[in-house]
């Protein structure tokens, strides 16, 4: 029986022209040259970043602009976009897989290429089958990975999701978006129309219900992703879908009876309002995202930290852009060049900025308008070829070009909230499927010479302009890759000499000093002390500190400035990080230390008490425990005390305030106190599990509340309070040792070696550093004091394990994450009394 499907016929001079006719050459060699150069560096520096793919797309896509302008200047047509794009495909894989041959990971990335290869030849037979459409070229892996991939990623993603499943880890590398929900309900939105209109014309009952149950099963993962992005570029999508396919919606409406249509009608509303009622993911991410925008609309403040985060990266890339409007930063410079525009929020801190959150606005950081009139072009060259296939008189085929029209739809929406080039499952499957169209399309003519000549003599200047640009900001961040290879394999002199290499490539990029500068101080304070590497290191965070404001490079530089022994000099850049973060107690706490250090001893108090007031880990730092900041202890308890209890005015009823003024009494010596502030923080527990959860407020109270039943001698209090923890197997350190007190005290011998053994795998885990290896003697452990903070995060041993480590607060201060710079290189200046830590005697 013949199949009603068949597709348009194939040109009669096609299989007459010879092959070599048909190889676009200026595609050919255009390249080979950028696969020469992409090659050449990804391979001799052997690994595979996502910088690296990011250039790798960016000079494809030049080369795309270039030959393709050729060609439309020297043929009139655009089926020379068609062309390319299948050559693009080939080397694009290509260029891959060779990149991915030296790269840490590269034997994952090989196979996952070889399985992606390999769904791209199963979906290319199913779909031959389903529309017997003679696929040529490189197009058949866009019908593969169009169709296939929707499959592979949504079962992946429900079992990952729903059971804990993981499905075949080797398809990861490409199928999987990077395990974002923004990529992956992009990737989602992108893919499901194509097998809606499968589902709608396949050629029998069973491969219809097939694809029918495919989309419905990729629509519930949109939902279950819970990305907002994804969740109203769907609702674009089924709206659009509605309108075109509206005569067989009317038609159906007047065929069906009225009492089925208001049974449709009530369930299509009840289903709306059940995934509204229902589903917590649906509505939180919705009703954060209408929040957001009711905000913008009447000029305040967004809470939302998500939103907040890319209105900022959308601003300072604006303002990037119009620093060099033209061709912009480089390929892949977001991640070095945008610590001058990033704007500083006490509400995140400190943040990595990979990319802006939005395509748009990255491609204008990167390549200014050139990069963005490249991509308007694509955006006008793909309504273009959509017009053409609408015209394509065989139902399949345009039926296919709508469902591909109704995912870029949705993948455009999804544009404006990340940027998707990066991610190789989401930008190749673009790629493929814009390959796909052209093929339904067919070729379309220019027959003006304005638009021929145009066309030509813009793309090829373009290019190379664009090039002599980006070459050194390519060149540049290889270096850097190749430097934090080396740092990774602890070859730190091999790093700071690539690094020094980039600087000169890329002399404005602020983010090299901030990496080589870390580096430096490393490496001066390991082993020894070396001024060179600190007065380097010092230069660099005060460049950076000239042009960007971030904590991590003041905290840096103020540091650095002590350990060479000028502490008026740290404390400028420690007070810009007071100010930048006042709720951080690092920053106060360092320039405490350096103005009592600079003999100022009347303004470091209220720099250590607010330290202290946010950060009561701080109460047992070894400033205040040791000379010379144990005289002025007394001072900074009562300071901190009063800031809490002046905190506690403004917000009576927060259970955090009140464990922080138990905290600082306790500390004080005032028990009686410290338990009544205890017991109102205990009152005043938020109601919220999830709260409770993320801050381990409740675990914080038990501990101290067992604290003072071991001040207060009861013993067996404490064993009954932790009994629970015990049977749940859920004990955690601090419980540990006080159950390892409480038996002492009772007499359990047995029960004390067998909780103190509990406790050294974490000892072990915790402080691995060689100074403190004797910690992991259990004799110590039995005999230790116990004079405990009461923190999980905190650090619950202090001045028995300050005798054994003089490192032992800092190390742990810093594994626990409540600061990012209490760390081992502070250590031998607070730990002095001449406050001087590399003066020379």
Not at 16 to 37: E, H, M, N
Not at 425 to 447: D, E, F, K, N
Not at 606 to 617: G, T
Request: aromatic residues 12%.
């Amino acid at each position: 029986m013949r199949n009603r499907y068949l597709a348009r016929p194939q040109p009669a001079t096609h299989d007459t022209v010879p092959w070599w006719r048909r190889i676009p050459w200026a595609w050919l060699l255009a390249f080979i040259a950028c696969s020469a150069v992409m090659l050449s560096v990804g391979t001799y520096y052997a690994q595979l970043q996502w910088s690296a793919y990011a250039g790798w797309v960016g000079f494809g896509t030049l080369a795309i602009a270039a030959g393709g302008g050729w060609l439309v200047f020297t043929e009139g047509d655009l089926q020379g976009f068609g062309k390319g794009l299948d050559l693009w495909i080939l080397t694009s894989f290509a260029g891959m897989a060779l990149i991915s041959i030296g790269a840490p990971d590269g034997m994952r990335s090989w196979l996952a290429m070889t399985q992606c290869l390999l769904y791209a030849w199963i979906g290319y037979g199913a779909l031959q089958a389903f529309t017997r459409f003679p696929w040529h070229g490189a197009r058949f892996l866009a019908a593969g990975l169009a169709a296939m991939l929707v499959a592979t990623y949504t079962i992946h993603t429900t079992f990952a999701s729903f059971w804990g499943i993981v499905v075949e880890p080797m398809a990861e590398y490409l199928v999987w978006p990077v395990g974002h929900w923004n990529f992956f309900g992009s990737y989602l939105c992108l893919t499901w129309p194509i097998a809606a209109v499968l589902a709608r014309q396949g050629v029998n009952r069973q491969a219809r219900w097939g694809w029918g149950a495919l989309t419905a099963w990729a629509m519930w993962s949109v939902i279950r992703c819970g990305s907002r992005s994804a969740l109203v570029a769907m609702g674009l999508q089924v709206l659009a879908w509605a309108w075109i396919e509206r005569p067989l919606v009317l038609a159906t409406c007047r065929r069906a009876p009225r009492w089925l249509l208001a049974l449709g009608g009530l369930t299509l509303v009840g289903g709306v309002g059940l995934l509204a009622t229902r589903f917590a993911t649906l509505t939180a991410r919705l009703s954060t995202l209408a929040i957001a925008v009711g905000q913008l609309a009447r000029g305040e403040q967004v809470t939302e930290i998500s939103t907040a985060q890319r209105l900022e990266m959308w601003l300072g890339g604006w303002h990037g852009f119009l620093d060099r409007p033209w061709l912009g930063h480089g390929l892949g410079s977001v991640p070095t060049q945008f610590l001058p525009y990033q704007i500083q929020d006490p509400r995140f801190g400190d943040i990595a900025i990979p990319q802006l959150h939005n395509t748009f606005v990255h491609a204008a950081f990167e390549g200014g308008i050139t990069l963005l009139a490249l991509l308007l072009a694509g955006i006008i060259l793909l309504a273009v070829m959509l017009w053409q296939a609408a015209k394509v008189a065989d139902q399949p085929l345009r039926g296919l070009a709508t469902g591909i029209g109704l995912g870029f739809l949705g993948y455009l929406a999804c544009l404006q909230a990340d940027f998707h080039w990066q991610v190789p499952s989401l930008s190749l499957t673009a790629v493929l499927l814009i390959a796909l169209l052209g093929a339904v399309a067919g070729p379309l003519r220019l027959t003006h010479p304005a638009w021929r000549i145009g066309a030509g003599f813009l793309a090829l200047p373009l290019f190379f302009a664009a090039v002599r640009m980006w070459l050194p900001a390519v060149q540049a961040h290889y270096l850097y890759d190749a430097g934090r290879i080396a740092l990774a394999q602890n070859r730190p002199a091999e790093t700071v000499a690539l690094w020094d290499r980039a600087f000169q490539y890329a002399p404005t990029t602020l983010f090299y000093r901030l990496a080589r500068g870390s580096v430096l101080h490393s490496e001066a304070t390991r082993g020894g002390v070396h001024v060179d590497y600190l007065n380097r290191a010092f230069e660099d965070f005060h460049a950076l500190n000239a042009q960007a404001i971030l904590e991590t490079s003041l905290l840096k530089e103020g540091v650095i400035a002590v350990q060479l022994n000028r502490p008026q000099a740290a404390i400028q850049p420690l007070e810009r990080a007071a100010a930048l973060v006042p709720f951080s107690g690092a920053p106060h706490y360092l320039l405490g230390m350096a103005r009592f250090a600079n003999q100022e001893p009347t303004l470091a108090v209220p720099a250590l008490a607010r330290a202290v007031a946010c950060a009561p880990v701080l109460l047992y730092s070894s400033f205040l425990i040791e000379p010379p900041g144990q005289s002025v202890k007394a001072e900074v308890y009562a300071a901190a005390e009063g800031i809490v209890r002046y905190w506690l005015t403004l917000a009576p009823h927060e259970s955090e305030l009140h464990y922080r003024l138990g905290r600082i009494q306790l500390a004080a010596g005032h028990e009686t106190a410290a338990r009544g502030s205890f017991d109102l923080a205990v009152q005043e527990l938020p109601t919220s599990v999830s709260e409770r959860t993320m801050t381990h407020l409740d675990s914080r109270l038990h501990h101290a509340r067992s604290y003072l039943d071991l001040l207060a001698h009861r013993p067996q209090t404490v064993l009954e309070d932790y009994r629970s923890q015990v049977a749940k197997d859920a004990v955690d350190m601090p419980a540990a040792l006080l159950m390892v007190w409480a038996n002492r005290e009772l007499g359990r011998d047995k029960d004390v070696t067998a909780m103190a053994e509990s406790v050294l795998p974490s000892v072990r885990t915790l402080f691995a550093d060689a100074t403190v290896q004797q910690l992991s003697d259990r004799a110590v452990i039995e005999r230790l004091p116990f004079s405990l903070s009461l923190d999980r995060r905190d650090i619950w041993i202090i001045q028995s394990f300050r005798k054994l480590s003089p490192s032992f607060f800092f190390t742990a201060l810093n594994f626990t994450g409540q600061s990012l710079f209490l760390t081992d290189e502070v250590t031998p200046w607070a730990g002095l009394p001449s406050g001087r830590p590399f003066a020379k005697d």
